[in-house]
C-alpha cells in the first residue's frame, strides 16, 4: 500500500477529465492537479516550448510525495511523454497509449477519426500507436485548435450556437469519411462531448483520451500493489498558474462538485 498522492496535469481545464474518472475509479487516493492556465493552449507552440513547459509542470508536482504522475494532456504525451518519463524517478503516463489502444479496440470498420491539437495531430503519435495495434486500421486526422480556448472560456455546452458551429465546421469532413469511431486527443475535448456526440450521430463510439488515461494509471497502481488502504474519502489539492476564479467556477461545473476557495496560484516560472 502506499499513501502518497497522484500527480496530474495539464494546460488548463481538460485534464479534470481525467481527475473525475480517477475519482470515479480510485475514491480513496489523494490527487494533485495543476493546470497551467497562465500559458494555455499549448497545442500551437514548438516542440521546444512544450518540453519546457512540462518540465516546469512536473517540477512543481514533483514538490509534493507523488507515487505516480499522469499527463492529462494529449499535446504533451504526444511531444514530451519520453523526455519526462526517462527524467523522473518515479512513474509518468500519459493519455496517448491507452487512448490508441482502446479505439483499436472498438472500432468496427477502421475507420478512425482523430481530433487533437496542432502538436499532437503533427506528432503522428496516434496513428503510428493504432497503427501498431490494428495495421489494417484507417486513421483520418483533423485538427481543432479553437476547441481548447472556446472550452477554456466556457463555451462548451450545447445549444452555444459558436461552439456548434465550430464543431460542424472541423468535424464534416470526419462524418462524410463514415468513421465508426473518433478518438477525443485532446483532454478539454470531452468537455464537448455531448456536442460532438449529437454531431457525429449515435452510432460513432467517442474515445476519451482523459478517462483511457485514468483507467491506465489505476491499473498500473493496482499491478504494482501501490494503492492506498482507503476505499474512500480521497481529496483533490488544485492548483493553476492565472485566475483561481475562472478555474473554480469552470471547474466546479464540470466536476460536479464546489472546488470555489481549494484552487492555489503558482508561479510556475519560478521552476
Known amino acids: 500500500m502506499d499513501p502518497r498522492p497522484i500527480g496530474v496535469f495539464d494546460s488548463g481545464l481538460g485534464g479534470l477529465t481525467t481527475v473525475r474518472e480517477l475519482r ?3 475514491p480513496g487516493e489523494d490527487i494533485v492537479y ?4 497562465g500559458r494555455v493552449p499549448y497545442g500551437s507552440r514548438s516542440r521546444e516550448t512544450i518540453i519546457r513547459y512540462a518540465r516546469q509542470d512536473v517540477a512543481f508536482l514533483r514538490t509534493f510525495d507523488l507515487k505516480l504522475i499522469v499527463i492529462a494532456c494529449g499535446t504533451v504525451s504526444t511531444t514530451a511523454m519520453e523526455v519526462l518519463a526517462r527524467e523522473n524517478s518515479i512513474p509518468v503516463l500519459g493519455v ?9 479496440q472498438v472500432t468496427r470498420s477502421g475507420k478512425i477519426g482523430l481530433i487533437g491539437t496542432q502538436a499532437s495531430i503533427r506528432s503522428g503519435a496516434y496513428e503510428a500507436l493504432i497503427h501498431a ?10 485538427p481543432c485548435p479553437l476547441f481548447v480556448p472556446l472550452v477554456e472560456n466556457g463555451r462548451f455546452r450545447p445549444g452555444d450556437v459558436v461552439i456548434e458551429t465550430v464543431v460542424g465546421e472541423y468535424l464534416a469532413p470526419l462524418k462524410r469519411r463514415g468513421v465508426d469511431t473518433l478518438v477525443l486527443g ?8 455531448e456536442v460532438i456526440s449529437n454531431f ?3 452510432d460513432v463510439v467517442l474515445v476519451n483520451a482523459g478517462a483511457e488515461g485514468a483507467r491506465a494509471a489505476a491499473e498500473r497502481l493496482a499491478f504494482e500493489g501501490a494503492l492506498s488502504d482507503r476505499t474512500e474519502g480521497g481529496g483533490c489539492r488544485y492548483f493553476v498558474s492565472d485566475r483561481q476564479e475562472d478555474f473554480s467556477r469552470l471547474a466546479s461545473i464540470f466536476l460536479g462538485w464546489d472546488v470555489t476557495g481549494q484552487v492555489g496560484k503558482v508561479d510556475i516560472g519560478q521552476y
Open 24 to 26: 470515479r475509479l480510485l
Open 186 to 193: 485532446c483532454t478539454h475535448y470531452p468537455l464537448l462531448e
Open 133 to 142: 495495434r490494428d495495421p489494417m486500421a484507417q486513421v483520418i486526422s483533423q
Open 34 to 37: 495543476f493546470g497551467d492556465t
Open 200 to 202: 457525429m450521430g449515435p
Open 96 to 104: 496517448v497509449a491507452p487512448a490508441a489502444d482502446a479505439a483499436a
